[in-house]
C-alpha cells in the first residue's frame, strides 16, 4: 500500500508554479470540497488535477464526540489505510488538533492501543497536512480555532520525518496554516536519529520526549525501543538538540499506577534532569487493553510534591476525550471509535 501521487510532485508534473499549492490549501481551508471548487486556480489546471488525485488525500468516515467536546475521525485514504484525528477542546475556543504520522506503529509501546496494531504505512505529507486543514475547518463549525498542533496521534514522527518535516513547516507558513513554533509539537518515544535530524535542520516545532520512567528497567519494559537507545543516551541527544537549536525540550510522562510513579521515580527523574533545560509535563493515564491503570490523585500528588522538592516544576495534563478512547496512548483504527 502507497500514498497518492503528491500534489507537490503532480503540480510539478504539469509544470505548475509552487504557489498553486498554496492556492488549494487556501481554498481547502475556507470550505472547497472539489479542485473545481478551487477558482483562483486555472479551470484547465482544475480539470487536470481532479483527473489525477483526489481532493482530499484522507476523508472521514466515522466520528466521535466525547462529552468534553474532543472529536475524533477514523480517516481514510484511498488505497485503504485508515488513521485517526483528534480535535481536543479547551476553554475560550480553542482546539488542539492531534495528528496521525503512521497508520499503526513498531515500536510496541506496552500502553499504547496503536502499538499494539503493529507497524502500518508511513502517512505522506499530504496526508498529515489535510488532518490540520480537516481540523482548522471542524474548529470554525464550532466558531473556535485551531490554535495548538501537536504529533501525538498514531505513529512514531520521527521515523517519517521525511513526511513530518514538510508538513511542520506548511502548517508554520503564513500561507498554510500560520501555527507558530510554539504552538506545533512533535513529539517522540525516543527516536535518537530523528533527534539529530531536528538539531541539525531548522524545524518550527517543539520536540516533546515521551521520557515515563526514570530508570532503564523500567522504561524498557514499557517501551522496547529503550533497549535501543537507554535514558543516558536519549537525554544526551536531547541535550545536544538544546546546545544547537537553543530551544527547552518537553519531557512527557505518563503517570502509572505502581509503575512509576513512586516519590523516589520522581526524584530519580529530578536528578536525569537537573540541568534546567527540560519541562515535565505529567499525564494522566488512559486505559487500553493492557494491563496499566491510572495513578491515583494521591499518588499522582505524591510524585508531583517529590518532584518540586528536588527542584522541578511540572505541568499536569488532564486526560480529554477518553469516553471515546480519543486521550493520549487510546488511538487504533480497530478501537472502539
Ligand atoms: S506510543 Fe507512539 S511510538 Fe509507542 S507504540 Fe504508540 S504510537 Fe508507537
Given at each position: 500500500m502507497s500514498a497518492e501521487p503528491s500534489l507537490a510532485a503532480t503540480l510539478a508534473e504539469l509544470g505548475q508554479p509552487g504557489y498553486r499549492h498554496r492556492q488549494v490549501t487556501e481554498a481547502k481551508r475556507a470550505g472547497?470540497?472539489?479542485?473545481?471548487?478551487?477558482?483562483?486556480?486555472p479551470a484547465t489546471l482544475r480539470a487536470q488535477l481532479s483527473e489525477r488525485?483526489?481532493?482530499?488525500?484522507m476523508t472521514p468516515e466515522r466520528e466521535a464526540v466525547s462529552a468534553d467536546g474532543t472529536r475524533k475521525w477514523l480517516l481514510r485514504a484511498p488505497d485503504g489505510v485508515a488513521v485517526e484525528l483528534v480535535l481536543i477542546a479547551h476553554a475560550a475556543g480553542r482546539r488542539t488538533a492531534c495528528l496521525s504520522?503512521?497508520?499503526?506503529?513498531?515500536?510496541?509501546?506496552?500502553?499504547c492501543a496503536t502499538g499494539a496494531m503493529g507497524p502500518g504505512r508511513d502517512l505522506s505529507s499530504d496526508e498529515i497536512v489535510d488532518q490540520a486543514l480537516l481540523a482548522t475547518r471542524a474548529a470554525a463549525e464550532a466558531a473556535?480555532?485551531?490554535?495548538n498542533v501537536v504529533?501525538?496521534?498514531?505513529?512514531?514522527p520521527l521515523q517519517n520525518l521525511d513526511a513530518v518535516l514538510p508538513a511542520v513547516r506548511a502548517i508554520h507558513a503564513p500561507e498554510g496554516l500560520g501555527l507558530s513554533a510554539r504552538k506545533i509539537a512533535v513529539s517522540t518515544v525516543g527516536w535518537v536519529p530523528g533527534i539529530t535530524r531536528m538539531s541539525a535542520e531548522e524545524v518550527p516545532a517543539r520536540l516533546a520526549i515521551s521520557?515515563?520512567?526514570?530508570d532503564d528497567d523500567t522504561r524498557s519494559e514499557l517501551m522496547p525501543i529503550n533497549l535501543r537507545y537507554p535514558i543516558a543516551n536519549l537525554l544526551a541527544e536531547c541535550r545536544r538538540y538544546c546546545d544547537t537549536t537553543g530551544r527547552r525540550v518537553f519531557i512527557e510522562y505518563l503517570l502509572l499506577d505502581r509503575v512509576n510513579d513512586a516519590p523516589a521515580d520522581a526524584r530519580r527523574l529530578a536528578t536525569l534532569l537537573r540541568d534546567g533545560r527540560f519541562h515535565v509535563n505529567l499525564i494522566e493515564y488512559n486505559p487500553t487493553a493492557g494491563p496499566y491503570r491510572a495513578s491515583p490523585p494521591e499518588r499522582r500528588e505524591a510524585f508531583q510534591r517529590a518532584l518540586a522538592r528536588s527542584g522541578i516544576e511540572a505541568s499536569l495534563r488532564r486526560s480529554r476525550g477518553a469516553d471515546v478512547a480519543a486521550a493520549c496512548g487510546q488511538l487504533a483504527t480497530g478501537g472502539s471509535g
Open positions: 472547497a470540497e472539489g479542485f473545481d471548487e478551487v477558482s483562483t486556480l488525485l483526489p481532493f482530499w488525500s504520522s503512521q497508520a499503526g506503529c513498531a515500536l510496541a509501546c506496552r500502553f473556535a480555532r485551531l490554535t504529533f501525538m496521534g498514531m505513529g512514531e521520557l515515563h520512567a526514570a
